[in-house]
């Protein structure tokens, strides 16, 4: 036996040294996004990209992206502190490329290089509507006039190119389609300039980037203390996704602690000595190392949600220490004790398995490492009661206990409600048509804005950013499919003929799609048709007898501007606004999404696409798939305890843990918590806790030691709903309900446990 303890007692602190050089050293990130949550399904790449696919790709676009917006009252103090906080974020690990105005004048350059070329086939929308009424003179004496301005940055080579100098006009009304985030904007006394940041692809996947948030508040601060009166506000998802990392964490850690310490008064309480706590910490801590280097070992990066419910393991690991620790010292050797209780424990550690294995197959990755942690940290915790519990010094729960007495209480109260088995078969049955009416009427809830808890300060920043500078705001976008490219292009362009008028009627802040960075073939061979006809046939001798190049109408066959590689490299953009076969258009500042919806009816294969509705249709698949593998789980306990105790028997304690999902279902709806995909999975450990009751009951019935059984189940009770009650206090509403449904689920498997396994008062046996 010490043999095999010391074996295990050395396993426990490689887990333990690996977890805490992963976790230390920075190489297993911390997850707080809810979006990794979802969307990780295998697809046929041939086919369209699903709206959640779309969505996550979009999003994690747009996760490269930091926008801080700097204001004063002065502009030159203002231009100055952006420089200097532009320089301090650019030197940071994880920024790719900073963008400040007046600071990438190179980028007009690449423009000019890119557009030049085509220029006779660019046109603003105004140009574009000039040229169809036959206004062409407006154009004709604008390039005039630009001719001759002192400012001018005309070129023998855009004069060549560009000799009506459309192409000025078509970038400006490109730049106020984007935002304004190469401007600087004047406002009630203040001007207000954009910084933006471009952050590393791998930022986040290499868990840096909680330290570049950090590098980035610190280079915010710091310039706000150099330069009185400036005001700062930012936004970004890194910053969104750092707010309720930091949060879980805290509540990660104020949980354990309070759990723990609750968990050794209690057994403190019992044994009125510090030996049993020894035993109990073993068991719990290898619980926890095991569970969480199982984690870090098969997974990049641990979800928040993950390591709360870690936390939690302390109320479900501790229970297998409390049935052998409360065991009598008269009972025999610690082999003998060990040996009345490994087959209770055993089958509690299978069918606690066997339930958190089904999580494993939810298509999410919180489930999965909740599952792996569970498992893992389940059989560990097995494990040192079997190698590291009997070399612990055995003492006997005192008879003056408060815990013991309130037992007794208990069991006097537990008797008087005690009936006969036909009672216990029809209350069997009321319980399984209960819980099945219940997964099928009592309404679900996914809605993805109810799970996080948000952040005010950087929520009203997002606002102000966007009000301002026309940057960021609204996340609702249009999805363009179809296999030809132009022809998406064009669809495009009619979206935004369709939606002008809501522009207009400020009931849309504006919009952005591919087909305004780089229009349809179609759309430049009309516009190349225009400028032939009502500019150079016009005015095309006139202007150049102004020029002092030879100026020629435009080519039909010439090439066209296209997507291409190169476009991507000068443009960016490009990216944030394509997503495999399809095409984006971003919506900013959407006031009315039916006015929306009713503009492009007409228009196909046009989607309408809320992100947060997107998610909150993909959770609500996965609550259907929730309910079916617990209904799987709760059929393979069925017919393990009927295999093992008999059919009327095996109802009877199969029918505890289903009965403590039901309580635990109905209460929630009582209080008004959320029936959604996560509540329902939480479901999942009610079960595999309540099986482990009402098992370990009736393992000892009929044994000498079914009254410290019973002992060690309420005791078990106590820790359980300390620890997943604490999740009812945490600040993230998603773990919040968790802690909540659990909590009430687990009173109701302990009232179930006792009263499945009690003797039958009237035939004088157990069922």
């Not at 887990?15 to 949550?37: C, E, N, P, R, Y």
């Not at 910053?239 to 949060?247: D, I, K, L, M």
């Not at 109408?553 to 296209?562: I, K, N």
Request: with cysteine; hydrophobic share 45%.
């Amino acid at each position: 036996m010490a043999l095999r303890a010391s074996i295990w007692a050395f396993c426990l602190i490689l887990m333990a040294t690996f977890a805490g050089w992963q976790l230390h050293g920075g190489f297993t990130g911390i997850d707080a996004d809810f979006l990794s949550l979802i969307g990780r399904e295998n697809t046929d790449p041939d086919k369209p990209k699903s709206n959640i696919e779309t969505v996550r790709h979009l999003l994690a676009r747009d996760s490269q992206q930091a926008i801080f917006m700097l204001s004063h009252p002065e502009r030159d103090t203002l231009e100055k502190a952006a420089s200097e906080f532009a320089d301090k974020i650019a030197a940071m690990d994880g920024t790719q490329n900073i963008t400040l105005p007046g600071r990438n004048n190179d980028r007009f350059a690449d423009l000019m290089a890119l557009y030049g070329p085509y220029a006779n086939g660019l046109l603003s929308q105004s140009d574009h509507t000039r040229l169809t009424n036959g206004d062409g003179d407006a154009l004709y004496r604008r390039a005039i006039q630009n001719l001759y301005s002192p400012a001018t940055t005309l070129s023998s080579q855009s004069l060549k190119q560009d000799p009506f100098a459309l192409l000025p006009v078509f970038l400006s009304d490109l730049g106020s389609k984007l935002g304004s985030g190469n401007d600087v904007i004047a406002r009630g006394g203040r001007f207000y300039l954009p910084v933006m940041a471009t952050l590393s692809a791998d930022l986040r996947s290499t868990g840096t980037d909680p330290r570049w948030v950090k590098g980035a508040k610190a280079a915010l601060q710091s310039i706000k203390d150099m330069t009185p009166d400036l005001t700062t506000a930012k936004t970004g998802q890194i910053f969104f996704a750092q707010a309720e990392a930091t949060r879980a964490k805290a509540d990660v850690q104020r949980i354990a602690i309070i759990a723990t310490i609750g968990i050794l008064i209690m057994i403190g309480l019992v044994f009125y000595s510090p030996i049993p706590l020894l035993g109990a910490l073993l068991v719990v801590g290898s619980g926890l190392i095991a569970g969480l280097a199982a984690v870090i070992l098969i997974f990049p990066t641990i979800h928040v949600i993950a390591l709360v419910f870690g936390a939690s393991m302390i109320g479900i690991s501790v229970d297998y220490a409390l049935h052998f620790l409360v065991l009598r010292t008269s009972d025999g050797s610690p082999r003998d004790r060990l040996r009345k209780i490994k087959p209770g424990l055993s089958l509690g550690l299978l069918t606690s398995v066997i339930g958190f294995s089904a999580l494993s197959l939810s298509p999410t990755q919180l489930l999965a490492q909740i599952a792996v942690y569970s498992v893992v940290g389940l059989i560990a915790a097995y494990c040192s009661v079997l190698f590291l519990l009997p070399l612990v010094p055995a003492r006997d729960v005192r008879a003056s206990s408060p815990i013991r007495k309130l037992h007794d209480l208990l069991q006097i109260g537990l008797n008087r409600t005690f009936s006969t088995r036909p009672t216990r078969l029809i209350a069997s049955t009321v319980i399984i048509i209960g819980l099945v009416l219940a997964a099928a009427l009592i309404p679900g809830n996914n809605d993805i804005r109810q799970f996080g808890h948000g952040n005010d300060t950087l929520i009203s920043d997002a606002r102000e950013i966007a009000d301002i500078l026309g940057l960021g705001g609204s996340s609702t976008f249009l999805r363009i499919d179809g296999d030809n490219a132009q022809s998406r292009l064009q669809t495009g362009e009619a979206v935004r003929h369709a939606l002008s008028p809501l522009i207009n009627d400020n009931r849309l802040g504006g919009l952005i799609g591919l087909s305004d960075l780089i229009p349809s073939i179609a759309r430049q061979e009309e516009n190349r048709l225009l400028v032939t006809h009502e500019l150079y046939d016009r005015f095309g001798a006139a202007l150049s007898d102004q020029l002092p190049v030879n100026i020629t109408a435009p080519t039909m066959s010439a090439d066209y501007l296209v997507p291409d590689e190169r476009a991507t490299m000068i443009l960016p953009e490009i990216d944030r606004l394509h997503s495999g076969n399809s095409d984006i258009i971003r919506l900013r500042n959407v006031m009315d999404i039916d006015a929306i919806r009713a503009a492009i009816a007409p228009i196909n294969p046009v989607t309408l696409i809320d992100p947060a509705d997107a998610i909150s249709a993909q959770f609500s698949q996965y609550h259907f798939w929730a309910w079916v593998a617990l209904g799987g789980a709760l059929c393979i306990a069925a017919i393990l305890a009927v295999s093992r105790y008999g059919l009327r028997s095996g109802i009877c304690i199969f029918a505890a843990p289903a009965g403590a999902i039901l309580i635990a279902v109905i209460g929630g709806y009582l209080f008004g918590i959320p029936q959604s995909f996560f509540t329902t999975m939480a479901l999942f450990l009610v079960f595999a806790i309540g099986a482990d009751y009402v098992l370990f009951l009736a393992e000892s019935r009929n044994s000498n030691h079914d009254d410290d059984t019973r002992l060690a189940v309420l005791l078990s009770l106590i820790s359980s709903v300390l620890a997943f009650g604490l999740l009812a206090s945490s600040s993230v509403p998603l773990v919040r309900d968790i802690g909540s449904v659990i909590a009430i689920g687990l009173v109701g498997a302990w009232f179930l446990a006792f009263w499945m396994t009690a003797p039958d008062h009237e035939q004088g046996n157990t069922p």
